[in-house]
């Protein structure tokens, strides 16, 4: 097993995208969304590196092989009156889970979110997630029960686009 001191956390070059991509496809099958995953190296690339980027990434590697990544986004808390941060994804290739780079990941973050002056840094996970959660709850991190996600994607965002008496 690689020493973890040779684990480097590095922003992603659009030379890491297809690496990205395999990754995000993998994650997918993980949580049992692949149906779900229509992104491709384009997209992807626009938006890491587009002229509007939307999104950030961190790649992991040991020893040069890719362990895993996250990518996240900045939002805004009124509350607040301060940016934070949204971690959309995590993952830990599973020959490299339960050894810590989740957790160096997470680090990673925390200390981007500080040094860039964020009040607060959330996620999601699903429910099942055990591995994901043990972690979440040994770094402090509080479960907001009181709060359901909703989301609007595919037909029903495009129908409220449209407007009212859209047909």
């Known amino acids: 097993m690689p020493d973890l001191d040779h684990l480097r956390l590095t922003p992603a070059t659009p030379d890491d995208v297809p690496l990205l991509i395999q990754m995000i496809r993998e994650l997918a099958e993980y949580e049992r969304l ?5 992104a491709t190296e384009t997209t992807l690339s626009a938006a890491l590196f587009g002229p509007e980027r939307v999104v950030h990434a961190v790649v992991a590697r040991v020893d040069g092989e890719a362990a895993g990544y996250m990518l996240f986004f900045y939002n805004f808390s009124t509350f607040l009156a301060q940016p934070g941060i949204y971690l959309e994804d995590l993952y830990v290739r599973p020959d490299w889970r339960r050894r810590g780079i989740g957790r160096a990941l997470l680090v990673e973050l925390a200390r981007i979110a500080v040094g860039r002056g ?8 699903l429910n099942w997630n055990e591995l994901a959660l043990k972690t979440y ?4 991190a509080t479960a907001m029960g009181e709060w359901t996600l909703e989301r609007l994607t595919g037909d029903a965002l495009i129908r409220l686009a449209e407007g009212p008496g859209a047909e």
Not at 34 to 38: A, D, L, N, Q, R
């Open 34 to 38: 692949s149906h779900e995953c229509t």
């Open 118 to 125: 964020c009040g607060r840094l959330e996620w999601t996970v």
């Open 137 to 140: 709850q040994a770094i402090g």
